[in-house]
């Protein structure tokens, strides 16, 4: 805006940033932002702000009680003057009408998609001089969709610290909504305690996380060996890449040239014998050290970084912490945090790299020695000649000197036909290697099958047990098929799996492959687009034309052989993510193990996160067996009645495994009895955590789910009824179980045409649970298990989402048209007669 030279300013503020000035323009006084007093250094952060605040004003150009942008050219910045004082020279004390017309104008502001983002300063507050609120100062507004998932989280923290305000000045007129979202962890703390989550429990920065900016740990297991954590240090320092330090070389001449602190060269540490605590070592300065742990630091005026290295046992922790102390040390964090994420994980990887490889070089020389030493008995010619013979007893020589048996496997990739003469032979080898990966009982033998020794591989019968996978050559695909079909089913224990890549072949093997269905198992078709599912009926015809039909999509595909203990699966949960509520134990934990055996990401979001003796099973067990399942476990603490836990339980799940593919909504709350015997504190309990419960983690998974390509929701709901018998008994428990119902009918109708497949499952009969046990009358004798329940799920899950939602399913009914029909095993007792479940007839 054109100034005449002599009109009269006024400075209202100086920073680092430029000045604030009142200036006396022909149209009357606005304010300027001038940029040309800036020091050199701190141009383009001062320029990168105005701009911001100049895109913000325009966005909101023409609403009330907020500056109009009057020009932005690069070099100041002018909008309008708002007369008025700031909140700390006149504050509101008492004028609730005040902060009612303060909220108004945020929601306002929100509407137009900008977040103010710097609202705890009262500085930014004006109250002008008819007594209004205004707001000034929006360098670190944030413009974006108003609906938008972080849009709605930064408008959450603006009107938090409206109400912090309101505490100070208002507390007496603070509503028990307002009470309530101040008594929450704001998002930058949330976000800090997320973090903290990544140091151990015996960490060393511990102490240090309160008010931290940046957290950051990672952990990997490798040998010790004796090396104090300073020799680990020393190593991770010299495994810095020459390109990495020669950027920080760069780095800090231009700190020199602005007159900054010049940070010196990553691997430049002192080889000083006994460093004491405040002595210089490399870029930081010792702070403390003992043999397990040692704790770095370097602290200017801008942030304070702490570096912490600590042995856990055999696994090595590299931990840091950053406090920032001003605007520039924020900024600073901006670039400087996404590289440390990646170069504090590569530096310790290739630190224990060199760790193992050291290692190997000590283990191949033991068994060159011991070569050696058999070469002087027998000659090189009688080496040879044993080798031919087979490899095995260098391997298991190998396998004592030292190196996993899974490592063997995957550089020998041992066939049948080197490994040993005999099926006997082979079988005692990878029984010695699956004991020492596995600890016994939980075998997974990894077999390679030349095509010439299939036959012989599958009549042996005896070399497959649980667990055990095979993978056999495409010349041999319809050999291993006739050995299966022509009573070698034996063979086929429960959890076998065979991959026979498919090359082109003839109809006539195919024939042959689709009567594998016969021995129990499952013929699995891959196309690009994921797993051709096609249901078998019960009927002997069906399950003809369904064998058929198996074969025929199996054609120019891989086809993979699955057996199971009786139960037909036709689909697969492979690579899917599922979102389980309430799953670390009962039922919700029977869903995530039934996923994980198919290869599953499972999600287990509950609250508890500590055992309870009462009823064992934590979020971590949880985890940890659905990892031992086969699958992926991720543990996340999350109450679904608070909204924010859930956003961050469903965030954290995607940043872990990408996305989201099912939600399955299974915690719920109960207290079965009448209107005078319940407390309006379990009342309210259990609508928060049925209905609305449901209805938010939907509501959180939605986004991720519209964009799988077979995305499901199950909700562990009743069919609606309206039966006055199941409405007198217990009506809260009642108006809570069918809002799940209705919440239920409400997303399939909405979202099933999107390609949501919205549904709800209900057991026939009772469950045996840990919950089911703590109510008084229940016998247990006439429960069956959860595992009828994870069945039936996985049955519904890994149908065709398209066409299919707003059923609302029974478990007996959703196996029995998968033909299953002997439902004796899930019985708890089958001698006794089964209780029958709630709001079923």
Known sequence: MPVPHDAPTHALKADSFGRILLVQGPEGPFVRRDLGATPLWLRLPAWWLARREARALKHIHGMADVPQLLDWNGRHLDRS????????????????????????????????????????????????????????DFQLAVIGAPRSRWMRLLAREDLRHLLKHKRMYCRESLTPVEKRVLKRTSQRRAGAQAMSALLSEGSVLRSQLPGADFVHACQAAAPRNGRSALQAYRDMAAAVPGWFDGLMGLRNRGMRLLGMKDLGSLRAVQQTVDPQPGQRLGIFTLQALGEDAIVLEDDDRHLRVQLALQWHGDALEVATVVHTHNVLGRLYMLPVAPVHRWIAPHLLNKQLAHIRARMA?????????????????????GLRRRERRGLRMRLERLLHAGIGAQRVVQLHRIHVDTLARSID?????IGVGAERIFDGGHAQAIVFVPSGHVGQFATGGQLLGSGDRVRAGTAGAHRIAQAITGGCAVALAAGVEVTIPDNGLAPAQLAIAGRLVDAGGVILGRRATGFRRTALAGSEQGQAQGRQQ????????????????GVWNVGSLQGKTLFITGASRGIGLAIALRAARDGANVAIAAKSSVPNPKLPGTIHSAAEAVTAAGGQGLALKCDIREEDQVQAAVAAAVDTFG????????????????????????????????????????QACLPYLLQAPNPHILTLAPPPSLDPKWWGAHTGYTLAKMGMSFVTLGLAAEFGPQGVAVNALWPRTVIATDAINMIPGVDVGGCRTPQIMADAAHAVLVREAAGFHGRFLIDDEVLAEAGVTDLSGYAVDASRPLLPDLFLD
């Not at 032979?425 to 080898?429: E, I, M, P, W, Y």
């Not at 915690?667 to 009895?673: G, H, K, N, V």
């Open 550 to 565: 198996q074969a025929r999509t199996a054609h120019g595909m891989d086809l993979r052989l699955i057996a199971y203990a």
């Open 425 to 429: 032979q082979a079988r005692a080898f």
């Open 361 to 381: 070089v000590a283990q191949r020389r033991a068994v060159q020695q011991a070569d050696a030493t058999a070469v002087q008995r027998c000659g090189t010619r």
């Open 81 to 136: 003057f708002m007369a008025g004082d700031a909140m700390y020279q006149r504050p509101p004390r008492g004028d609730v009408a005040w902060f009612r017309a303060a909220r108004r104008l945020l929601q306002q502001l929100h509407r137009r998609g900008v977040a103010h983002n710097d609202l705890a300063k009262e500085a930014n507050w004006l109250v002008t001089e008819d007594g209004r609120p205004a707001l000034i």
């Open 659 to 698: 996305g989201i593919d099912i939600l399955v909504n299974n915690a719920s709350a109960i207290w079965l009895r009448g209107t005078l015997d319940t407390p309006m504190k379990r009342f309210d309990l259990m609508q928060q955590v049925n209905s609305r419960g449901s209805f938010l983690c939907a």
